[in-house]
């Protein structure tokens, strides 16, 4: 098994090799988590914070019961009751934490760059759970989980991102991640929801949803980040739906097999209608959220392998 890697900040810096590993080993966690018993030891003895300093349900839930089912002792830091909020840098936070020797860092952090910072000033590995507008990778790394599950492939397909591409971390870690699998990614909303220079990653860009959509294998949507939001991007919520909400009409303009995907929380009635939400011959979000257990227990595996192997070589050096 290939990973080079000490931390998992980001999609950009991995090799495609190093990507099949994940989701390889994340495939056998997804048997493991589907057994009656769901327990693994592989992080015994090691610790596990969660730091989320934005509020989070599902990508937190699902680190927590990672750790907990590879055996590591986890703890959630409440960040809103936090000494940050007193008025402690991200700096001194990080050497406090460094302090009570942590193996396993999960942060999501609201500002780019945060998560790389910490990782900076730490002697565990880091995993990303999110900063600001920059990357989502152990998102991007579920979803492509779930299309190779789904299609049976990761490689040459047609991927429509629907929606606030501007505003959104996962579709950027999307894009890196399935380009580097050579697929052909679609962008699809409104010019007000597009960034700017979006082109320059490779890919191809829609204004108009039957267009977008035409052929495609797998359709993800994604939701409207209006706490990111700070003017008009979108005239109102029931235009929004009627030109780029996802609906039976739009889709039937997809591939006949064509998957539906979005990473939530869902808006129903605004990015996505609800009945096709819940379709189980078309919709694979469910499947996303079992995912991403697996994918965070692969990832956290593999990064505690690294972390044991140079630290027993550091350990050598001083024999």
Do not use: W
Not at 78 to 94: N, V, Y
Not at 183 to 211: C, H, Q, S
Not at 220 to 225: D, E, I
């Amino acid at each position: 098994m290939t990973f080079r890697a000490r931390h998992l900040l980001g999609i950009e810096p991995l090799k495609p090799d190093e990507i099949l590993t994940i989701l390889d080993l994340a495939d056998e966690y997804v048997d493991l988590n589907r057994s009656p018993q769901k327990h693994s030891d592989v992080l015994a003895g090691m610790t596990q914070i969660n730091m989320f300093f934005e509020a989070s349900t599902r990508t937190q839930a699902s680190f927590e019961i990672a750790g907990k089912r590879l055996g590591a002792d986890v703890m959630n830091m409440a960040m809103q009751a936090s000494s940050i909020k007193k008025g402690e840098t991200l700096i001194d936070t990080a050497l406090t934490l460094n302090a009570m020797h942590p193996d396993l860092l999960v942060v999501r952090h609201p500002n780019s760059g945060a998560v790389d910072l910490l990782a900076q000033k730490v002697n565990c590995a880091v995993l990303n759970a999110g900063d600001g507008r920059h990357e989502h990778p152990t998102q991007a790394l579920l979803d492509a989980l779930t299309i190779r599950r789904a299609k049976g492939r990761l490689h040459r397909l047609t991927i429509a991102i629907c929606g606030d591409i501007a505003h959104s971390r996962v579709a950027r870690s999307n894009i890196l991640l399935l380009g580097k699998m050579e697929n052909r990614v679609r962008l699809v909303g409104p010019p007000t929801l597009i960034p700017a220079k979006a082109t320059e990653f490779g890919v191809e860009v829609y204004d108009d949803m039957k267009e977008g959509l035409a052929g495609a294998d797998v359709v993800m949507m994604l939701r409207l980040q209006k706490e990111r939001m700070d003017g008009g991007f979108i005239p109102s919520e029931r235009e929004y739906f009627h030109r780029y909400g996802l609906d039976a009409e739009k889709l039937a303009h997809a591939a006949d097999d064509a998957i539906v995907m979005h990473p939530g929380p869902m808006n129903r009635g605004v990015e996505i209608d609800g009945t096709l939400a819940d379709d189980i011959n078309r919709s694979v979000i469910q499947e996303q959220v079992e995912m991403g257990v697996a994918v965070r227990m692969a990832a956290m595996d593999l990064l505690a392998r690294n972390l044991r192997t140079a630290r027993a070589g550091r350990e050598s050096l001083n024999v």
